[in-house]
């Protein structure tokens, strides 16, 4: 069966810092795969979405990046957070043609 | 453009009532619907879809029906109890430009269910 992974669960860091959120999928291959933000503990931005290894799509400016260096791992990153990045990111994929995304446990991050 | 429109929460019930969330949709064509659940804490879950108009989409007690005519995807449980208690996204699904298969997010609906 499929699985999702993302950490780590919950981070703290101050503004400036840097970022990295890694995500990783098991038992597909080939997946879709899409970095979403959830503010105030309601609605879902989407973020990126990439079709594979090395493309990636943005889906609304602002200082974070994605990246996808193998086929079934995605990474959300910023060289310099700011405090209105804070929010639950999560991290989902999908099935080619299929249009079903399945998400991961998320990322608590907060920044100070 | 694609859009959803849930009802606005939130909802706080008794156990063993009826639960309906309101869902509306607009898009061109005949797009795929879903309906997610977010416990407190955690990711989104897939809880039902429907592809095409009068499928009925059902998992948990749950239920939503495709319908063209009024394009809705209302979501219903015929007696909640407290361990339903969470944040109910409705979705609807579309291609990019590009191909890639995106959803469209309602803002979310909260449900409490108390004892």
């Known amino acids: 069966s499929q699985t999702i992974h993302q950490w780590p669960a919950t981070l703290v860091q101050p503004v400036g810092s840097p970022l990295s959120l890694e995500c990783t999928v098991e038992g597909t291959s080939n997946p879709n795969l899409y970095w979403y933000r959830q503010a105030a503990g309601r609605g879902l931005q989407l973020l990126f979405y990439?079709?594979?290894?090395?493309?990636i799509s943005s889906e609304v400016p602002q200082n974070l990046s994605a990246s996808r260096p193998q086929d079934r791992q995605f990474i959300l990153s910023s060289k310099k957070l700011l405090l209105s990045d804070s929010g639950f990111y999560l991290c989902?994929?999908?099935?080619?043609?299929?249009?079903?995304?399945?998400f991961g446990p998320g990322t608590r991050l907060t920044v100070t | 453009g694609n859009s959803v429109t849930q009802m606005e929460g939130p909802v706080t019930l008794s156990e063993e009532a009826f639960l309906t969330i309101n869902c509306t949709y607009t898009?061109?064509?005949?797009?795929?619907l879903f309906w997610y659940v977010q416990y407190p804490g955690e990711g989104l879950q897939l809880l039902l879809k429907a592809t095409k108009a009068d499928d009925k989409g059902s998992n948990k007690g749950f239920e939503a029906t495709y319908r063209k005519e009024t394009t809705s995807f209302h979501l219903e449980k015929g007696s909640v109890q407290v361990s339903d208690s969470a944040v109910y996204f409705c979705?609807?699904?579309?291609?990019?430009?590009?191909?890639?298969?995106?959803?469209?997010f309602g803002k979310g609906t909260k449900l409490t269910v108390n004892p």
């Open positions: 989902a994929w999908s099935v080619r043609v299929r249009y079903e995304q399945y």
């Open positions: 990439s079709v594979g290894i090395g493309q």
């Open positions: 979705a609807l699904a579309r291609l990019s430009q590009g191909g890639s298969e995106k959803l469209v």
């Open positions: 898009a061109t064509g005949y797009p795929s």
